[in-house]
């Protein structure tokens, strides 16, 4: 049998759906014997480069995506109390992800991407706030002033900017989205139907 | 016990996910005891006002658009085989059905509505051609001449054109769209939430 493919997971810490996604993913995935990959993205730049503008740019769409997500968090029971800095872009969280991947390794990356995702949606704290992520951080065992050292790294900011360009290469227009072995699943309401996907799977490799 | 809210279904034929939202809304509202008023709406119409460019005009997005239909239709166990003229601007089958409500009744134009979008989702008929809409409306006992004669009405035109404006209004900013009680659900995945909403009407009602 063959292996279970490994989930391209990206992501945005502004997105309120990738707070769902990012509370769903590691289970759907260890329920299906996957490991994911977690990119963090940012959402304007794939804007941009699409012309689709964030919803918070559409009234009338914004609107809806507030009522949306209070809905969805109800329906899935998970707390929704968002910080008052909400709609905002996000730079930070993401750039001290990789820069804690890369110095601390992925279970500490990982770590600090859930509580980050949990302060801003779950806590309404501002995660744009640098003395917050040191925080989250110090937490997490990292040293608070290395942390802002590697925030103002050219190279930090750097990678962050290529792994957008590498998002949209790869067909990923918006978030959360999901790539396993290539099938796209864009958006938090198609995660059912990438478990449907990966249950799948043995028919898919015997048919293949 | 207060009565059980009309769902107002916005939807358009040129869009893909209203096909499948059409298959499945009376039978949704009939489980509920609700009745549903269909409205036929301008996609690109509502598309030009948020300024949100309609999938087919990003490419990036669009390929994925295509392969999740094809996807939804599997799990759906819809048929799906597009028309080679997908995807266009569509306003005949809006403005015919507008004409047929009014000159032959609710039931008639809500049989026009589901036989074009069987036969332009489910056998790839071109439903721009004011010939096949023709056809569909002899097969209801319609006169054909007739029909290309409200086609042309000024006056059915400007109902169409006043729909799209009354829902935008009303916060319609895309397809497919139910409003119940005010309560907006936007996609063919929001549907379940529709279902959960309406089950949960009695809580709600003794809660107000």
Request: proline share 8%; hydrophobic share 50%.
């Amino acid at each position: 049998m063959s292996r279970p493919p490994v989930l391209d997971f990206y992501f945005d810490f502004a997105s309120g759906y990738s707070y769902f996604a990012a509370q769903r993913i590691e289970k759907l995935a260890a329920l299906h014997g996957c490991s994911v990959r977690w990119h963090p993205v940012m959402l304007t730049a794939l804007s941009a480069s699409t012309g689709v503008p964030p919803s918070p740019m559409v009234p009338v769409k914004w609107q809806y995506v507030l009522r949306d997500m209070q809905r969805t968090a109800q329906a899935e029971g998970m707390p929704l109390s968002l910080s008052r800095a909400f709609p905002q872009v996000l730079l930070a969280p993401g750039r001290a992800m990789l820069w804690l991947r890369a110095e601390y390794g992925s279970a500490v990356a990982l770590a600090f991407a859930r509580t980050c995702f949990q302060a801003y949606y779950g806590d309404g704290v501002d995660i744009a706030d640098v003395a917050v992520l040191q925080g989250i951080a110090a937490g997490l065992g990292v040293d608070p002033e290395c942390l802002a050292e590697g925030l103002a790294d050219p190279a930090i900011k750097e990678a962050f900017r290529q792994g957008n360009a590498l998002a949209l290469q790869r067909g990923v227009f918006g978030v959360p989205f999901v790539l396993a072995d290539g099938e796209p699943f864009w958006g938090y309401d198609r995660l059912p139907q990438l478990e449907q996907w990966l249950a799948s799977a043995p028919a898919r490799k015997a048919a293949a």
